[in-house]
């Protein structure tokens, strides 16, 4: 009964959730003996999880990021459900009040405000949005990052993509990466350009495809979009040229007392 119980419970929230563009994926459960179902969005994630040591289903959602669900899941919905007693019945009760759930519209708003979010930030990329982006491929910039805002009062686009992200990307392209992995960096850098304001335009192409020289250049440049391979081109001509160096940002500073006290 537990297995069709889920199967009838996760195919009716599959159906509810289609009409919102949200696919189910494959999952590999890798806690033993309970049951998981995923489905992905633009913007965020649901899933359906049956506890075989609590006997329960619950339906949670979460935030999507790049590289799929940041798995802050909130829950939504819990129902017990004892495979031993309970009958088809229960799990259709379980399977309506996820689907009212879902269809409810409170959470269809959330949705559509998230997509709205997730838009109005593609076409408004600053240094921060774009060195964030490249998390996905460096994580260890996200350390990096956290330092940089908490140092300084206004995030350092130039010095930061400078300093930190250049080096990283000049030793990815010197190493023998996957191609599909050479195709999500052009494409981000392709997608930043596209919907960047002036720093991250010249952020992207003076400080970083103007430092990128020989092999990797060629590899790199197969994947960019034509917009950025003109940009680059023209780029060239700077180099050697003196360009205004930017202002040195005003270090914060820390109450002692503050410090102390998170010890």
Same mark, same amino acid.
């Given at each position: 009964m537990e297995k069709k119980a889920f199967d009838l419970i996760t195919a009716k929230v599959e159906e509810a959730l289609a009409e919102q563009e949200f696919t189910r994926q494959n999952v590999e459960n890798k806690q033993e003996g309970d049951r998981i179902a995923l489905y992905t969005g633009e913007t965020a994630a649901y899933s359906v999880l049956y506890d075989t040591v609590k006997k329960r289903f619950e339906l949670r959602t979460c935030p999507m990021t790049e590289s799929g669900p940041d798995n802050s899941w909130k829950s939504l %919905?819990?129902?017990?459900?004892?495979?031993?007693?309970?009958?088809e019945r229960e799990a259709e009760s379980i399977a309506a009040d996820f689907v009212e759930t879902i269809q409810g519209p409170k959470?269809? %708003?959330?949705?559509?405000?998230s997509k709205k979010r997730k838009k109005e930030d593609e076409t408004n990329v600053d240094p921060l949005f774009f060195m964030n982006r490249l998390v996905n491929f460096f994580p260890e910039l996200r350390e990096e990052i956290r330092w940089e805002k908490e140092s300084y009062e206004?995030?350092?686009g130039v010095t930061f993509a400078k300093e930190k992200a250049l080096p990283k990307i000049q030793y990815f392209l010197r190493e023998n990466r996957p191609e599909q992995q050479m195709k999500k960096l052009g494409a981000v850098m392709s997608d930043c350009y596209a919907s960047g304001d002036l720093d991250v335009r010249g952020i992207i192409t003076y400080v970083i495809l103007n430092s990128i020289e020989g092999e990797s250049a060629h590899k790199l440049e197969e994947y960019l979009s034509d917009e950025l391979k003109k940009a680059w081109k023209h780029s060239v001509r700077l180099k050697g040229?003196?360009?205004?160096?930017?202002?040195k940002k005003k270090e914060k500073r820390f109450v002692a007392d503050t410090l102390n006290s998170k010890r």
């Open positions: %919905a819990v129902w017990l459900f004892d495979p031993q007693e309970d009958t959470r269809k %708003a959330m949705i559509k405000a206004s995030f350092r040229k003196t360009i205004k160096p930017e202002k």
